[in-house]
Structures are given as structure tokens and as C-alpha cells.
């Protein structure tokens, strides 16, 4: 079974841009997504943005769209490039795998939740 693992987050300021990647431990085969998602403190996780495979068609949630783009690195690894950020974009940011089309937005939908990585937005 696949295991993710994201890096890249840290402590930046309003406005500065931060890139995050989700590394794969295997080649994932066959219809995918990878979805990011965030959790602040005290709130649910919810829905970033994820990306699809073969395809690559991406979908976004309404308060990241025109900010935030997520891409394909190479066969294991996806980035979110996230530009403009703003301190309520702070959090830990989780990547995950949906392997059951269509695409989603549900977090249970997804599995092989990596440990997450912080992204803390400053004013």
C-alpha cells in the first residue's frame, strides 16, 4: 500500500508564496486522486484542491481558487504551489489518495493520509 508523506511547509508571512509536495512510496497506477486538505486548529479538516490521474484535471475549493495550484511533479510526487497566502490559510496541510472515481471533495473518500506538514501565516 502506498504511504505519503508531505514537506515544504514553515512559518511565512502575508503574501509570501510556499510550495508543499506529497511524495508516493510507489508508483500509483489506474485512476487516482491526490487531494491536499487543511486543518486548523479547533476546525475540521477541509478540502484544498486534489488533482487527477491520468487526466490531470484539477478542482479547487472556493477559498484557495486563483491562489493555489496543484501540479504534477513526476510519477510519485505532486506539488501545491500556494501564492498570496494569508493567515487564514494557516494549518497543517494533509495529502491523501482517492482511488474510487468520480473526484471529491469528502475527505473520507480518501486514505494513505500522510503526518501532515505546518503552514503557519503570520499578519
Known amino acids: 500500500q502506498e504511504q505519503l508523506v508531505e514537506s515544504g511547509g514553515g512559518p511565512v508571512q502575508a503574501g509570501d508564496s510556499l510550495t508543499l509536495s506529497c511524495a508516493s512510496s510507489i508508483r500509483l497506477l489506474g485512476w487516482h486522486a491526490m487531494g491536499w486538505f487543511r486543518q486548523a486548529p479547533g476546525k475540521e479538516r477541509e478540502f484544498v484542491g486534489t488533482?487527477?490521474?491520468?487526466?490531470?484535471?484539477t478542482y479547487y475549493s472556493d477559498s484557495v481558487n486563483g491562489r493555489f495550484t496543484i501540479s504534477r511533479v513526476n510519477a510519485k510526487t505532486v506539488a501545491l504551489q500556494m501564492n498570496s497566502l494569508r493567515p487564514e490559510d494557516t494549518g497543517i496541510y494533509f495529502c491523501?489518495?482517492?482511488?474510487?472515481?468520480?473526484?471529491?471533495?469528502?475527505?473520507?473518500?480518501?486514505?494513505?493520509w500522510g503526518q501532515g506538514t505546518q503552514v503557519t501565516v503570520s499578519s
Open positions: 488533482i487527477t490521474y491520468p487526466n490531470s484535471n
Open positions: 491523501a489518495v482517492d482511488t474510487s472515481p468520480p473526484m471529491s471533495r469528502d475527505p473520507q473518500e480518501y486514505k494513505s
